[in-house]
């Protein structure tokens, strides 16, 4: 067994879990079956699948979680064209610039669509995203518990049937799962590979103080009653051949801002986001020994576009770039010698990728 994939950048130190054989990783391997199957024939089961949930008592069809990024304008777009009616439900992260609040706008008005944005108490957020930093280098767990839980509450709430989602990471990463499994999205899919194992139980207690009265919408419904009441989490990357880029690129039509910056040649991931390329990005260095730029060289290695001599170039170059961390610090309310600790301690040795 490799631990480096002889065709793309990931190894198996990789958080989702991939193996690799002499020739390529699972998420290659996966990948390949881009080119072999019948996508024409899954677009037809997905519709399919549409007409066992569709609605006819209720206003919605079902819910489309968003965060404001190019895939939101693609995956919606595609849900109206199928002739479903949304609800569109967002999350508000609190670190959204003005291209962040621009796109998720526009979002809601091009489309013309009902939607329901989300505001967390920001002091229980706070504190939540002070724990998660604390314990597990990560400032965006908070977030992902309610990203990726909110949605589902709301189509419980309002007996909504389906919940669509883009992209399946754990198909288009790492190939865990065959496109034709038509994996939905559940409880354990959304621990695995959303939260990395970490509940929301995790950053309470002995970490942030929080009142569970206040923690309803970061846990995940009860998976017997959403049994019961038939909601269904549906990833369209399952049934439409995905290729973010491309697609990415098409929704400049619908108004969507694209964001420069010096961490990515992808100006459309996570554009307007004030962390995602910087802490964030500075974390997830520390905790898995590589940035985003890999995701992105990786994706676009396997599509043809980038070879890999090339790719392995490009990532020491981005992975080089510094990153400003300070605005981050403020808005969370340290002081200067927590701030100053922090990098001392916990970002020890990578002091050269941060700047001021």
């Known amino acids: 067994m490799l631990s480096i994939c002889p065709k793309c950048l990931y190894d198996t130190e990789h958080p989702f879990g991939l193996t690799i054989n002499a020739t390529e990783c699972s998420g290659c391997m996966t990948h390949r079956e881009k080119n072999s199957l019948d996508w024409h024939a899954r677009s037809l089961q997905f519709e399919a699948e549409l007409k066992k949930h569709k609605s006819f008592k209720q ?15 693609y995956t919606l777009a595609k849900v109206i064209e199928l002739g479903l009616a949304p609800l569109v439900v967002g999350v508000n992260d609190y670190f959204k610039n003005d291209i962040g609040w621009h796109n998720i706008h526009q979002l809601i008005t091009y489309f013309d669509v009902d939607s329901f944005i989300f505001n967390p108490d920001v ?78 139980d995790e950053l309470v207690g002995n970490g942030a103080q929080v009142d569970p009265r206040y923690l309803n919408y970061y846990q ?15 990833y369209l990357s399952n049934y439409f051949r995905w290729d973010p880029l491309a697609q990415n690129e098409s929704v400049l039509a619908f108004g969507f801002k694209p964001e420069n910056n010096p961490y990515s040649f992808d100006i459309y991931e996570r554009a307007g986001s004030s962390v995602y390329y910087k802490l964030h990005d500075l974390l997830k260095f520390k905790r898995t ?33 510094p990153v400003n961390i300070k605005p981050f610090f403020d808005w969370l309310g340290a002081t200067k010698s927590g701030y100053d600790w922090f990098k001392m301690h916990r970002l020890a040795g990578l002091h050269h990728l941060i700047t001021e």
């Open 59 to 73: 206003k919605y069809d079902c819910v489309v979680p968003v965060v404001g990024d190019a895939e939101d304008f």
């Open 289 to 321: 020994g590589y940035r985003k730029i890999r995701d992105h060289l990786v994706r676009e290695i396997r599509h043809g576009r980038l070879d890999r001599d090339s790719a392995v170039a490009l990532e020491k170059t981005y992975s080089e770039t």
């Open 220 to 234: 995940y419904p009860s998976v017997p009653q959403l049994r019961r009441r038939g909601v269904t989490g549906l």
């Open 123 to 200: 002091r229980v957020y706070k504190d939540l995203v002070k724990t998660s930093l604390r314990k597990f280098n990560h400032i965006l767990l908070p977030f992902l518990q309610l990203h990726t839980s909110f949605p589902v509450h709301v189509a419980f709430e309002r007996k909504i049937p389906l919940i669509i989602w883009g992209q399946s990471q754990a198909v288009e990463q790492v190939g865990k799962f065959s496109h034709i499994d038509d994996v939905q999205m559940s409880r354990w899919s959304r621990k695995q590979h959303d939260l990395f194992e970490t509940e929301i």
